[in-house]
């Protein structure tokens, strides 16, 4: 049985990064991986098709008649095409390898935690290990973190090691409860950081907005 897709968490303000350049980029990425699996198969055609070309013309070179050239390359073709049409299957790229060309929904801005786009293109994929306290805690803390999705992931599993460790199954209340402990925990160190080493431009994903 396949295991659904991990719901993608929601910030108690609503806030989520709006980046027009970062989201388009985003938005090809997918673009791209799902066209590049519709056009499964047609490199195989391409090839089978210039290595009967070259059947006819040895064909036609050795004496046979041009007609048998011409139509024993296409009944081979036609015979190919229906067995890789009929052996074909569906190959869609994993959501997960979905950004690699930007590296991965880890080096995202840390904020794109918390967005649609990003969390269809493979977040959810890639935040499928972490346990929910530290899910939760890492989207509230998501919007003032300076760093990647990566980094802020790592800075909460740290905050999450200091803690004592659970004894039996956590609650939604024990869930929410550890979620608290961290940010109360992690939030003002974030904030000292921030107020240390202010950026000098905002960065990708530091804009946002409500819905």
């Not at 569906?90 to 969390?119: C, D, I, K, S, T």
């Not at 209340?173 to 939030?187: C, F, I, K, P």
Request: with cysteine; net charge positive.
């Amino acid at each position: 049985m396949a295991q659904s897709t991990r719901e993608m968490p929601v910030r108690a303000d609503g806030w989520r990064p709006t980046d027009p350049v970062l989201e388009a980029i985003i938005k090809r990425c997918v673009a791209d991986a799902e066209n590049g699996a519709s056009r499964d198969g047609v490199r195989e055609y391409m090839a089978g098709g210039m290595i009967l070309v070259v059947l006819a013309i040895v064909m036609i070179l050795a004496g046979l008649p041009a007609a048998a050239a011409i139509l024993v390359p296409a009944a081979l073709f036609a015979a190919g095409a229906l067995y890789m049409i009929s052996k074909a299957t569906p190959a869609p790229m994993p959501r997960a390898e979905m950004l690699a060309p930007m590296g991965g929904p880890g080096r995202l801005p840390a904020g794109y935690l918390v967005h649609p786009g990003a969390w269809a293109a493979g977040m959810a994929e890639h935040v499928a290990y972490l346990p929910e306290s530290q899910l939760r805690a890492a989207a509230d803390m998501c919007r003032a973190f300076p760093g990647s999705v990566d980094d802020l992931l790592i800075f909460t599993g740290t905050i999450a090691a200091q803690l004592p460790h659970p004894r039996h199954h956590l609650t939604p209340e024990d869930v929410a409860h550890r979620s608290r402990d961290m940010v109360r925990v992690g939030l003002p160190v974030i904030h000292n950081f921030n107020a240390k080493y202010p950026p000098a431009l905002e960065p990708a994903g530091k804009s946002g907005k409500k819905k």
